[in-house]
């Protein structure tokens, strides 16, 4: 091989292990952001756990967070607001991505 496919490779494997790590990321995120929503919603224990994993499965309708930010703002109605719900998920996506790093 050459110093190119090396180089070549070692981009492609990078780039690989960080969209591992964003997948995984957002998915933390989502977690959490479904576990403070179900909290607010007065949500505990198992239906908690349940809502989160809803939460993580709406983000595979389509690219983006607009669906999880929908699905999350429908199902809060009156209990907060785009504005609260948004900087949530900034502040959740920090703290998933300290989680992830941590476990590496």
Known sequence: MTTF???ENAFENK????ETLKFKAEARRNKLLG????????KSGDAAAS???????EDFDEAGDEDVYR???????ALSDETT?????????AEAKRQIMEES
Not at 35 to 42: D, H, I, Q, R, S
């Open 71 to 77: 699905k999350v703002a429908k199902d809060l109605g």
């Open 85 to 93: 719900i948004r900087t949530k998920m900034l502040e959740l996506m």
């Open 15 to 18: 780039f690989a292990h960080d």
């Open 51 to 57: 809502y989160a994993k809803d939460v993580v499965a």
């Open 35 to 42: 576990l403070w929503a179900a909290g607010l919603m007065g």
């Open 5 to 7: 496919d090396d180089r």
